[in-house]
């Protein structure tokens, strides 16, 4: 039962890559504890060396010294193998990125491949014709529903306009009522029969009163 509902473990994603570079950092941690401890030896050795001189014993202090001379050939070599194993640690991660970049140009290299299967020359070009004929039919649509005429259509709503307007006149002429006439006398038409108010004439003046003349007065005679 365990086993058949028990998770399932994920498959491991460690590369050989991956295991060679952690095997690179295991040796050069190894290399730089290694240093650490000539380095540690050769400051002892110093100090002996020195206590000897002082005691007085020269050749076995010559002897320590020639051993601390082979641990700093060593320590030297030491530094040449880690700079050695950090180049190829650095080498081999980058390849790892490398691959990568590969590994993802080719996926995008095979999906543009499909594509390009999808669309042809023949059918691309089909669509641009097609997408050109839409673009030149809407702006057709634009141009009439934005009320852009020409001079033709100008012309003949200028000729339908005026033939709406002689129906009119003519409706307005028809309902008119009919005025008997005299014999022999033309029938006049005013503006109120058709409709039309008469301008408006201002009011008569009231009549001026007139003054009375007075007689001119007589002068005395003078006695001669």
């Known amino acids: 039962m365990g086993i058949l509902f028990g998770k399932h473990k994920k498959a491991s994603r460690v590369t050989e890559q991956d295991k060679a570079v ?6 050069r941690d ?23 001189l002082q005691d007085g014993r020269k050749e076995k202090a010559k002897l320590l010294l020639r051993k601390k001379r082979f641990m700093e050939q060593m320590l030297d070599k030491t530094d040449k193998q880690l700079t050695n194993l950090e180049r190829m640690t650095h080498d081999l991660e980058y390849a790892q990125i490398e691959l990568q970049v590969v590994e993802g140009l080719k996926v995008g290299n095979d999906a543009l491949k499909k594509i390009h299967d999808v669309l042809s020359i023949e059918e691309i070009e089909r669509i641009m014709d097609e997408t050109h004929e839409s673009v ?17 259509d100008d012309e003949a709503v200028l000729a339908e306009l005026d033939a709406l307007v002689a129906e009119e006149e003519a409706a307005a002429v028809a309902k008119l009522p ?37 007689p001119p007065k007589e002068e005395p005679l003078l006695a001669s």
């Open 136 to 152: 030149e039919k809407q702006k057709e649509i634009d141009e009439i529903l934005s009320g852009q005429l020409t001079a033709e």
């Open 30 to 52: 190894k290399i730089k504890q290694y240093q650490k401890k000539i380095l540690t030896n050769l400051e002892s050795e110093r100090i002996l060396a020195k206590k000897l």
């Open 178 to 214: 009919n005025v008997p006439a005299e014999k022999g006398e033309p029938q006049e038409v005013t503006a109120t029969a058709l409709g039309e108010e008469e301008p408006n004439e201002p009011p008569p003046l009231p009549p001026k009163k007139l003054k009375k003349a007075t």
């Open 22 to 27: 952690l095997q690179l950092k295991q040796q």
